[in-house]
């Protein structure tokens, strides 16, 4: 049994570009996360989504980041003209829905030169 | 906005020792959780706390949901060098929240 799949593991991208970082959460899941984690820092919660909803999107930056998590397909977390202060490792996790708990991917860590 | 205090930040151990850390909020929360991260890696669960006052043990591992639901503790007895790493306590209200994460215990053992 897979676990969460998150793809690429490494994206260098330069200022003004944009970043699609997918996630593949764990078979049986429907309850997807994403948190974002600073060098020497805990995890931050970005957004938490279910097939074609967004639950709680009340740690996403306003401007520039958008999630999704489609009927067919992996989540995607897209960050639009990248700027330095969004280098980060980006997790994702999947949860089964009667489960309170949530498994990790290995992450995406994000370079902006 | 609730906050999770992990202590200690660091730790610097010797192979064999036992080691204990702790998580405390000012708010409550119905289901602690403690996971552990290695460098590079993501977080991997540990265990996982549903009910006032409940110990649980993974191996060498125990933690214990406090009383209060505004605390909770990790121990780990006799400490090998793949423990080593960053362990996060974190916390959640309810079933459909947000989890909250504490800012990680780093864990060194001394050769």
């Known amino acids: 049994n897979a676990g969460v799949m998150q793809n690429p593991r490494h994206l260098v991208r330069r200022r003004g570009q944009e970043a699609r970082l997918r996630c593949s959460p764990m078979k049986g899941h429907s309850h997807v996360y994403w948190y974002r984690q600073l060098p020497e820092e805990g995890l931050k919660f970005m957004v938490y989504?279910?097939?074609?909803?967004?639950?709680?999107e009340s740690g996403m930056p306003k401007e520039r980041f958008s999630a999704e998590f489609p009927k067919e397909g992996p989540s995607i977390l897209r960050i639009q003209q990248v700027v330095r202060g969004d280098s980060a490792a980006y997790f994702c996790?999947?949860?089964?829905?009667?489960?309170?708990?949530?498994?990790f991917g290995a992450g995406t860590r994000l370079s902006v030169l | 906005g609730q906050q999770l205090n992990q202590s200690p930040q660091s730790m610097f151990i010797q192979e064999g020792e036992d080691v204990s850390m702790n998580c405390t909020s000012s708010s409550i929360f119905n289901t602690w959780l403690w996971y552990k991260q290695d460098p590079g890696e993501g977080p991997v669960l540990l265990i996982a706390l549903y009910k006032a006052g409940e110990l649980t043990s993974n191996g060498r591992l125990t933690a214990q949901f406090g009383i209060t639901r505004k605390d909770s503790f990790l121990n780990i007895s006799a400490s090998i060098p793949s423990d080593v790493g960053i362990y996060f306590c974190a916390g959640q209200v309810n079933r459909d929240d947000k989890i909250i994460f504490g800012k990680g215990t780093r864990l060194h053992i001394l050769p």
């Open positions: 996790a999947s949860s089964p829905p009667a489960l309170t708990v949530q498994y």
């Open positions: 989504l279910q097939k074609e909803n967004i639950i709680d």
